[in-house]
């Protein structure tokens, strides 16, 4: 068992860091705490196996709006015992409630900004979907425009083929009238 007291600083408070901190300590078996400190830093106390340990400082050092931390010190030392699991050490009740209210501020602020983006990626696929629609009517157009032709060439084609089959005929007729004049039977 290992132990190291860290110090997170950048923005870290009311930003829900604390928050993010005690919710990666749920799949390692780690006990400890977590709190703000009055210079506008965070406080980590954290005992486990040393690699829970170390996957913590890897999973809590980190820039993800709105959590930026810009320096993070670690101090191990030997472990105590003395922390049956892990919590969040809470100040005075206001600061926490405006803690919270800024953390809220920032949810809807995200939630606002993804859906101008889901907006946004919406007006994309429309006009998109409107382009291959428009697409696909001229290429509508474009197929019964050579449906008709096709219609119109195979009875040009008929009309031209009767009439040299018509003619044919009439020319096989007389070949056999003259042969059968001629005394050749056919």
């Known amino acids: 068992m290992k132990r190291f007291v860290a110090t997170a600083r950048g923005r870290v408070q009311r930003v829900s860091y604390r928050e993010h901190v005690y919710n990666e300590t749920f799949d390692r078996n780690i006990s400890g ?6 210079t506008g830093e965070v406080e980590i106390v954290a005992e486990g196996s040393e690699q829970d340990l170390r996957d913590l400082i890897n999973a809590i050092n980190i820039i993800r709006r709105p959590i930026a931390v810009k320096s993070f010190t670690v101090r191990w030392e030997e472990a105590t015992g003395e922390y049956a699991d892990f919590e969040i050490i809470r100040g005075e009740i206001q600061e926490e409630t405006f803690e919270r209210m800024d953390y809220a501020g920032n949810v809807l602020h995200s939630m606002d900004m993804k859906l101008d983006q889901g907006l946004q990626l919406q007006h994309t ?4 979907q409107d382009q ?10 474009v197929a019964r425009e050579t449906k008709e032709e096709i219609v119109g060439l195979r009875s040009d084609t008929r009309k031209h083929l009767d009439d040299e089959f018509a003619e044919m005929r009439k020319e096989l007729v007389s070949i056999k009238d003259a042969l059968a004049r001629a005394g050749i039977q056919v």
């Open 132 to 141: 291959t629609l428009q697409i696909g009517k001229e290429t509508l157009q």
């Open 125 to 128: 696929m429309l006009d998109r």
């Open 33 to 38: 705490y977590v709190k703000n400190l009055g």
